[in-house]
């Protein structure tokens, strides 16, 4: 009987080792710990790099965007996250405007750009190339 | 400290849910099979199999969330307490160390989940959807989302579904369910090894967990709905008699199981119609009967489209074929054997992308070797695995952006379905035993 329990112990211990390196578990729980839901939708997603989500959440909250329209440019043709932002995207032009990793060359600025509808904008807030603009 | 506490009530309330309606005594005895036929195991998929349904109608009613899940789980508390006699009579050791290390695995999927909850490139197709049901739109609003309004709704409105019943509302708390769902269809598993003993059955499944899990398709993609339903209606195919005597209650059962995967994806209903067909040639009937199943399946089918059709308003498939382009395609040699060739090597690809495919076509293979003679079932998936490769060389053949296509969904499409056939390899298990 007791032979019988710690083979299982045992056998409990091993398959707990491998689930645990498998899907590295407590690296998993302690990065939890250690950055919260934000922190880790940022490093997914980026700040101003990638999608951006970082400077979603920061306007957002800034500006209360929440649920409100606005047009959004992702100038690198990347997804936009406005279904987990809960913000309204529209294509027409808008109150407001997110332009989002601006590609520009020298000492080009965003009013320089392609987008012709930039020049109805003016800039509320700015994080390295993303743009929250709004209608003049 | 509170997000590690959402996760793990998010576990519990899988457990609780889901241990509603179906007991395995009371299956049992329904199913008119002999006691200890199915196990808890079986009657915890087989709630899974009733909430999708539950999905299904609710998500039509428009009916808060929020009242849903109180109601459901209140439903399910009361259940609980009034069957854990029955519940506590069913523990055995072995289950207690099985049961141990599912919690551990999957727990460790859903800590992993939230710590990369990247949505991936579908998932914020799939996420519109479950906006609709999260905002507690109407379900007509479905026919207005961006992208892909034709697609099936039901994975979306049980992701909206729980991530809005989840302590915290986030997001990726909703999209637990998969793995929680697929977990379990990797368990039923250890009731298809025979004569093995509990801790290899064990390794095993954990192997088999090792080659099937793929966190690429559990950040928002519908793959794995799929691929759990039909390891679920594998196992209930398993307790089919295709010689003689036919079970109606489990042939319904298991049509029902493969009506779910048409409310998952469009390629669902290709399935649904493959498998569910293949399963009434198979059996053991006359050609009247026959005709009777063949005639609910289409029946299931016609209702999909009503519902789809006057509910959304919305029904359709992602690509129209012109007959024109494929019988020039066909008919250019050149054309024709190149396109044959891309997708051929593709599928070989996918099959060392998903392993388990190579272990069941090798498992079929060493059953064909030691000269048994495949049984009824074994030929039902035989027939299955042939009409199911062949859709996908007809399907990609008419695909327009062809090349794109095979990169980015046959791979998808083959893990599907991988689950299903891994039958071959327990039969081959359970014969070199």
Same mark, same amino acid.
């Given at each position: 009987?007791?032979?019988?329990?710690?083979?299982?112990?045992?056998?409990?211990?091993?398959?707990?080792?491998?689930?645990?390196?498998?899907?590295?578990?407590?690296?998993?729980?302690?990065?939890?710990?250690?950055?919260?839901?934000?922190?880790?939708?940022?490093?997914?997603?980026?700040?101003?790099?990638?999608?951006?989500?970082?400077?979603?959440?920061?306007?957002?909250?800034?500006?209360?965007?929440?649920?409100?329209?606005?047009?959004?440019?992702?100038?690198?043709?990347?997804?936009?996250?406005?279904?987990?932002?809960?913000?309204?995207?529209?294509?027409?032009?808008?109150?407001?405007?997110?332009?989002?990793?601006?590609?520009?060359?020298?000492?080009?600025?965003?009013?320089?750009?392609?987008?012709?509808?930039?020049?109805?904008?003016?800039?509320?807030?700015?994080?390295?190339?993303?743009?929250?603009?709004?209608?003049? | 400290?509170?997000?590690?506490?959402?996760? #793990? +009530?998010?576990?519990? !309330? $899988? @457990?609780?849910?889901?241990?509603?309606? *179906?007991?395995?005594? %009371? /299956? =049992?005895?329904? &199913?008119?099979?002999?006691?200890?036929?199915?196990?808890?195991?079986?009657?915890?998929?087989?709630?899974?199999?009733?909430?999708?349904?539950?999905?299904?109608?609710?998500?039509?009613?428009?009916?808060?969330?929020?009242?849903?899940?109180?109601?459901?789980?209140?439903?399910?508390?009361?259940?609980?307490?009034?069957?854990?006699?029955?519940?506590?009579?069913?523990?055995?050791?072995?289950? #207690? +160390?099985?049961?141990? !290390? $599912? @919690?551990?695995?999957?727990?460790?999927? *859903?800590?992993?989940? %939230? /710590? =990369?909850?990247? &949505?991936?490139?579908?998932?914020?197709?799939?996420?519109?959807?479950?906006?609709?049901?999260?905002?507690?739109?109407?379900?007509?609003?479905?026919?207005?989302?961006?992208?892909?309004?034709?697609?099936?709704?039901?994975?979306?409105?049980?992701?909206?579904?729980?991530?809005?019943?989840?302590?915290?509302?986030?997001?990726?708390?909703?999209?637990?369910?998969?793995?929680?769902?697929?977990? #379990?269809?990797?368990?039923?598993?250890?009731?298809?090894?025979?004569?093995?003993?509990?801790?290899?059955?064990? /390794?095993?499944?954990?192997?088999?967990?090792?080659?099937?899990?793929?966190?690429?398709?559990?950040?928002?993609?519908?793959?794995?709905?799929?691929?759990?339903?039909?390891?679920?209606?594998?196992?209930?195919?398993?307790?089919?008699?295709?010689?003689?005597?036919?079970?109606?209650?489990?042939?319904?059962?298991?049509?029902?199981?493969?009506?779910?995967?048409?409310?998952?994806?469009?390629?669902?209903?290709?399935?649904?119609?493959?498998?569910?067909?293949?399963?009434?040639?198979?059996?053991?009937?006359?050609?009247?009967?026959? /005709?009777?199943?063949?005639?609910?399946?289409?029946?299931?089918?016609?209702?999909?489209?009503?519902?789809?059709?006057?509910?959304?308003?919305?029904?359709?498939?992602?690509?129209?074929?012109?007959?024109?382009?494929?019988?020039?395609?066909?008919?250019?040699?050149?054309?024709?054997?190149?396109?044959?060739?891309?997708?051929?090597?593709?599928?070989?690809?996918?099959?060392?992308?998903?392993?388990?495919?190579?272990?069941?076509?090798?498992?079929?293979?060493?059953?064909?070797?030691?000269?048994?003679?495949?049984?009824?079932?074994?030929?039902?998936?035989?027939?299955?695995?042939?009409?199911?490769?062949?859709?996908?060389?007809?399907?990609?053949?008419?695909?327009?952006?062809?090349?794109?296509?095979?990169?980015?969904?046959?791979?998808?499409?083959?893990?599907?379905?991988?689950?299903?056939?891994?039958?071959?390899?327990?039969?081959?298990?359970?014969?070199?035993?």
């Amino acid at each position: 009987m007791k032979l019988y329990n710690l083979k299982n112990i045992s056998l409990i211990i091993l398959f707990t080792f491998i689930i645990f390196k498998f899907f590295n578990t407590p690296y998993n729980i302690y990065s939890i710990l250690l950055s919260n839901y934000e922190k880790r939708m940022t490093k997914a997603y980026g700040f101003c790099e990638n999608e951006s989500w970082g400077f979603y959440n920061l306007v957002i909250k800034k500006f209360d965007l929440k649920n409100k329209e606005i047009k959004i440019i992702h100038d690198e043709d990347n997804i936009t996250l406005e279904s987990l932002t809960n913000l309204k995207r529209s294509d027409r032009n808008v109150k407001y405007l997110m332009v989002l990793n601006y590609q520009s060359k020298n000492d080009e600025n965003i009013y320089d750009s392609d987008y012709d509808f930039i020049k109805k904008y003016k800039t509320i807030h700015r994080s390295n190339n993303c743009y929250l603009m709004v209608r003049k | 400290m509170i997000e590690l506490l959402a996760i #793990i +009530l998010q576990l519990v !309330i $899988f @457990l609780v849910v889901f241990s509603f309606p *179906f007991q395995p005594k %009371s /299956l =049992n005895r329904f &199913l008119n099979l002999k006691n200890n036929t199915l196990t808890y195991l079986d009657a915890h998929a087989l709630n899974i199999v009733f909430f999708v349904y539950l999905a299904i109608i609710f998500s039509f009613i428009n009916l808060d969330l929020k009242v849903l899940f109180k109601s459901h789980i209140i439903l399910s508390i009361i259940f609980f307490i009034v069957n854990f006699k029955e519940l506590k009579s069913n523990i055995s050791k072995p289950g #207690i +160390l099985n049961f141990f !290390i $599912f @919690l551990l695995i999957i727990i460790s999927i *859903f800590f992993s989940i %939230s /710590l =990369n909850l990247k &949505l991936n490139w579908d998932g914020h197709h799939w996420i519109e959807k479950a906006l609709v049901f999260f905002n507690g739109l109407n379900i007509q609003e479905i026919s207005n989302v961006k992208t892909h309004p034709h697609y099936p709704h039901v994975g979306s409105y049980i992701w909206a579904y729980f991530w809005k019943n989840s302590l915290l509302e986030l997001e990726y708390l909703g999209r637990f369910f998969q793995p929680y769902f697929y977990i #379990i269809s990797i368990f039923l598993f250890l009731n298809l090894l025979k004569n093995q003993s509990n801790n290899f059955r064990l /390794l095993f499944i954990f192997f088999i967990i090792l080659i099937t899990f793929e966190p690429y398709l559990l950040a928002g993609y519908q793959e794995y709905l799929i691929f759990s339903s039909l390891i679920v209606a594998a196992r209930f195919i398993n307790l089919i008699n295709f010689k003689d005597y036919t079970n109606y209650k489990i042939i319904f059962l298991i049509f029902l199981i493969f009506y779910t995967l048409c409310w998952f994806k469009d390629e669902g209903t290709v399935y649904y119609i493959i498998f569910s067909s293949f399963l009434i040639i198979f059996l053991n009937e006359s050609i009247q009967k026959k /005709l009777l199943f063949i005639s609910s399946i289409v029946l299931l089918l016609v209702l999909q489209y009503l519902l789809q059709k006057y509910l959304i308003g919305i029904y359709d498939f992602p690509q129209k074929i012109t007959f024109t382009e494929v019988y020039n395609d066909v008919v250019n040699i050149k054309i024709f054997i190149t396109k044959i060739y891309k997708i051929t090597l593709h599928i070989l690809i996918s099959f060392i992308k998903y392993p388990l495919w190579l272990l069941s076509i090798f498992s079929l293979i060493g059953l064909m070797l030691m000269k048994i003679n495949l049984n009824k079932t074994s030929q039902y998936y035989v027939c299955c695995l042939i009409l199911n490769i062949c859709f996908i060389f007809v399907i990609f053949f008419t695909f327009r952006s062809f090349d794109f296509m095979l990169k980015v969904s046959l791979d998808r499409l083959l893990f599907q379905t991988s689950g299903f056939y891994a039958v071959f390899l327990f039969m081959f298990l359970n014969k070199i035993r």
